[in-house]
């Protein structure tokens, strides 16, 4: 008979439901990488539309956030990065 202490056994379920997480996570981020790849190939608009749709959105989001949670310094340069420009 093997005994196991109660403390054993707690972090036994504590490594198992970190691992039930980060398994659930890693299924989420491969999941929506697969379906955006999917969504960019199969999109009836050109390349430079779809930019500046997402370049849109993106900017909203943002003004959204600032509505929502005030300015912060991650927010600027966040649009800075947002600027396309047509070649």
């Known amino acids: 008979m093997i005994v196991v202490r109660k403390s054993k056994l707690q972090e036994l379920e504590r490594q198992r439901k970190r691992t039930n997480i980060n398994m659930l996570l890693s299924g989420v981020l491969i999941g929506a990488a697969i379906g955006s790849i999917v969504a ?24 959204k956030c ?3 949670f ?3 310094c991650c927010c600027e340069d966040f649009e800075d990065d947002l600027e396309y420009d047509e070649e």
């Open 40 to 63: 960019l190939l199969f999109a009836p608009k050109d390349g430079a539309e779809t930019r500046d749709l997402i370049s849109s959105s993106a900017k909203d989001f943002s003004g």
């Open 66 to 68: 600032k509505s929502m």
């Open 70 to 72: 005030g300015s912060c």
